[in-house]
């Protein structure tokens, strides 16, 4: 997938997440059911062993980028001081294909299965190039916190 500046979001804008724990560079793609994200493998990322990114990795990169759906209505104005809390609340189904490599820069895609509230069910796959890294169905749980 060819990254275009123009087309690329700010995903500080949709996330809680800062560094260490953020695991998605960009936003490249997103609707109210899917998004899509890119993200470079560092070789200081808490997730990298022996040159590799860990399952542990693939699966906070997956859940930032499905959480990115369902928080696109908490973050909808960037100036604003909005503070959420966010979890995975169920890993449905889960297949683990191949581990990327420091550099290496992977692709997210994500669609809405379902949403009731602030609970939602999300199918997401992630790639590296044309290979399939790991895909699952997961439940995410966002709630804005109360000041």
Do not use: W
Request: net charge negative; hydrophobic share 45%.
């Amino acid at each position: 997938m060819e990254i275009k500046e123009e087309n690329i979001i700010n995903i500080h804008n949709f996330l809680p997440h800062r560094e260490p724990m953020l695991m998605a560079d960009y936003i490249l793609e997103l609707t109210k059911e899917k998004v899509v994200t890119s993200f470079e493998i560092k070789e200081d990322n808490i997730f990298v062993h022996n040159n590799q990114f860990a399952e542990a990795g693939l699966i906070e990169n997956m859940a930032q980028t499905c959480s990115s759906i369902l928080g696109q209505s908490f973050f909808e104005n960037p100036e604003a001081d909005t503070k959420v809390i966010g979890f995975i609340t169920n890993i449905k189904k889960i297949e683990i294909f191949a581990l990327p490599k420091v550099h290496d820069k992977i692709i997210s895609k994500a669609s809405l299965i379902s949403q009731f509230e602030n609970i939602c069910h999300i199918f997401c796959e992630t790639f590296h190039h044309d290979e399939l890294l790991i895909r699952a169905e997961i439940n995410l749980f966002i709630q804005k916190v109360k000041s």
